[in-house]
Structure formats: C-alpha cells, structure tokens
C-alpha cells in the first residue's frame, strides 16, 4: 500500500542552523502514528516542514501522489492536511461557533461539519456563542481540534494537544480518537508524553536531535529502547 504522506531525506534549517538532517517518515491511510521527542528534537520543525510553515524542498514531502514540499500553507490545507497547533492559536475575539466557522474555509466536502464537531464534543454546542477565551484549556483544545476537523482532511496533524492540561482532559480528548479515525483519516500526533503516545498510536517515531532515532510498532517498542532514544542514554 502507497503512503498517504511521506516525507524522503527531509532537512529543514532556520538561516544557518540545521535543525532537521535527513528525516525519512511515512504514514497510510487510516494510521495513528505519534512523533516523540525531548525539548528542541525538532518535533515542531518537522510538522512545520510537512504543513508548509517552514519551506522544504519539492520533493522531499510527498503527499498521496504529488510532491508538496514548499508549497504555501493555504494550499496544502485545501489538499487535505489539517494543523491542531500548539498552544491551540484561538481567535480570540470570535466566539467557539465562529472559531469553527473559520476551519471551514477550505470547503473540502466531507462528514465534519458544525453538528458533528458538536455532536463529537456537546460542551461546544452548549458553549457555541461563548467567546473562546471564556472556555477551560480542555474545552479551547476540542475548539481547535474541531476547527481543524472543519476542514475535512484526510491527515490531521496534532501538535502536543495534551501539554498543560490535567490528564483527566487529556483522556477525554484522548477518548474522542476513534470517532475522529472511525472514517479512515489519518493522525499524527507529537506528544512528549511517552506513555500517552505509545496508548494512542499505532505507529510511533522518535526524534533527537533533528533525526529519527527510533521507529516501530508502538506496542512492541520496549521502555529501554524508548528511554535510549528519546534520551540518548
Ligand atoms: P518542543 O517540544 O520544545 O516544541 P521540538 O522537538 O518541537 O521542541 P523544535 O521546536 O522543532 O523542537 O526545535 C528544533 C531545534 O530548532 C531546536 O534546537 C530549536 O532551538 C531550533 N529552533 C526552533 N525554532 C527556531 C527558530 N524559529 N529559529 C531558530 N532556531 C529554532
């Protein structure tokens, strides 16, 4: 089976600074993969690369048939792949109803749409004209998971969705997994949680310093070979 998206000797670099050397990954259809990694292994440089925040070169970012690497961000949204960012980047004017409005833009058809983002998390129907600030950190992150959702990808891209919140909330988004794969999109999810990314993913790599030091089936990696390859020890 081809890969949905694949990305062959990708490096990236902020002026002179090499922060991705060579990065070979892939992902199928309807996979769950997790990217892991200390602070700075260039887990957010490599989502950058793949979503067109950071320009990499033509070919070395395939996804489905055509090359992507470079293209603009719009674009790449309006082919199919999808940004959960860190830190979640609300507007914060606008209300939750609104925020997810904004996801739509791509108009790609698909299943996801107001009512079933709502019907995926009630508490954003219930708190629909709420501004999005007034929300709980746990309730801003299904916010920006259902915007992204808006846009009907085929790949969804979640960048540390679990960072500062209780693991309570992190479970309950967790928990929404297998409704958001049940169609057969594809998620990569960059976690620096260990335990909480070999739990969801089917497929795990792990990056230290700009390079994948590991890459396996998440529940046949071992605890030391993870700790040698996230840690280097
Ligand atoms: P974190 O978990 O802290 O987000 P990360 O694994 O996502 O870390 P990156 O943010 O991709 O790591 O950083 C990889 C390397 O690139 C680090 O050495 C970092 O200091 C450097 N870097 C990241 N962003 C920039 C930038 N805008 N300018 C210069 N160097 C950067």
Redesign the pocket.
């Known amino acids: 089976m081809s890969a949905l998206l694949k990305t062959n000797d990708l490096t990236a670099f ?2 002179d ?1 090499q ?1 991705l050397f060579g990065v070979d990954f892939e992902i199928h259809a309807g996979e769950t993969i997790a990217v892991i ?10 989502l ?1 690369s793949i979503t067109g925040l950071l320009k990499a070169s033509k070919d070395a970012v395939q996804f489905g048939s055509e090359p992507i690497g470079g293209m603009a961000p719009g674009k790449i949204v309006k082919r199919g792949i999808a940004m959960v960012p ?1 830190g979640r980047r609300l507007f914060p004017s606008l209300s939750v109803e609104e925020n997810l409005l904004i996801g739509g833009y791509a108009k790609r058809p698909g299943p996801w749409n107001l009512q079933t983002v709502c019907k995926l998390f009630p508490i954003l129907k219930e708190r629909r004209n709420s501004p999005s600030t007034a929300l709980s950190g746990g309730q801003q992150q299904m916010v920006a998971i259902g915007r992204a959702l808006m846009s009907n990808p085929t790949l969804l891209i979640c960048d ?1 969705i679990s960072l500062g919140l209780a693991p309570i909330v992190v479970k309950e988004i967790y928990d929404a997994m297998p409704s958001i794969t049940a169609g057969g999109l594809s998620v990569i999810v ?1 976690e ?1 949680d260990v335990g909480t990314a070999k739990q969801v993913s089917n497929r795990l790599y792990c ?1 230290q310093e ?1 390079k994948i030091s590991l890459t396996g089936k998440s529940d046949q990696l071992t605890h030391d070979q993870l700790s040698k390859a996230y840690f280097g020890i």
């Open positions: 902020y002026g600074f922060a990694g200390a602070n700075g292994a260039g887990k957010s440089t490599f950058k860190e540390e960059v620096q990056m700009g």
